[in-house]
């Protein structure tokens, strides 16, 4: 009796994983694996885009986030943005004070004419390519990295650009000036020329003035670097939603632009 008890449950065990064999036999037959691949996940990173924002002098990363959410287009929803704060350092133009600072600047108002303190600059563009070099090593391709930035931030943006050994999407600069004289242009490779730059300054700005900004301009020529350089008449020291959704087109286009080159290639 006990081995008839014990039969009957056995068969039937037997029958169910039978049949449970036989509907993953039928139902995966043929068919693809459907989890995503390394390839895959690598080609979804390298379509990504990158977008490092870089604040002014004594402002932080954090306070500048809201800023992400003029981007409303589509082309954004998978976008990575960085918004690192500058760390504390004395500034000379604010009698050696110290506050968030990504380099020195020796004088305020900034005029075309101003002296830069190139060494400190230098050694923050170190720490921008720093981040620059994590984002690329992490899968992102380098057409698809963005820096932008204001006043202070923007001089660096700019310095950061022209200084990285490869092409980048862009750079953007709002109300920022040229943190170096001339001579570093030859220390811009090839592929970094090729950046585009985005160029954003009000008329009216009283901190870093308008004179400041047209500098770039016959800068950039020399060096055989593509910048638009967009006015904004009655704009002070300050940025805009206007130039941000301007920002956000330039972006775009590119991004596009981007897209359908490697997509034919």
């Not at 504390?88 to 108002?109: A, K, T, Y």
């Not at 350089?229 to 130039?243: A, Q």
Request: overall charge negative; aromatic content about 10%.
């Amino acid at each position: 009796m006990r081995i008839s008890t014990l039969t009957k449950p056995i068969v039937l065990l037997s029958i169910a994983l039978l049949s449970t064999l036989l509907f993953f036999a039928f139902f995966f037959e043929d068919k693809p694996y459907s989890s995503s691949s390394p390839s895959s996940s690598q080609d979804s990173m390298a379509r990504r885009t990158f977008i490092l924002w870089l604040h002014g002098l004594g402002d932080s990363g954090p306070a500048n986030e809201p800023i992400k959410t003029i981007f409303k287009s589509h082309e954004f929803t998978n976008t990575k943005w960085l918004f690192p704060s500058a760390p504390p350092n004395p500034v000379s133009c604010n009698h050696g004070m110290v506050m968030p600072s990504w380099f020195d600047i020796r004088e305020l108002p900034l005029t075309a004419g101003s002296p830069n303190d190139e060494s400190s600059v230098l050694e923050a563009v170190k720490n921008v390519h720093t981040i620059i070099d994590k984002e690329i090593a992490g899968g992102i391709k380098a057409e698809n990295v963005y820096i932008c930035g204001f006043s202070q931030g923007g001089a660096l943006t700019l310095a950061s650009v022209l200084l990285y050994p490869k092409t980048l999407g862009g750079g953007a600069v709002f109300s920022g000036w040229v943190p170096f004289n001339s001579s570093v242009i030859n220390k811009f490779t090839k592929d970094a020329i090729k950046t585009p730059i985005l160029w954003s300054h009000g008329i009216d700005d009283k901190t870093v003035l308008f004179e400041a900004g047209q500098a770039a301009l016959p800068f950039l020529q020399q060096a055989g670097v593509t910048c638009e350089f967009k006015v904004y008449p009655d704009l002070g020291h300050s940025i805009s939603n206007e130039e941000l959704q301007y920002l956000e087109s330039w972006i775009k286009q590119r991004m596009q632009s981007t897209s359908s080159s490697s997509s034919s290639s």
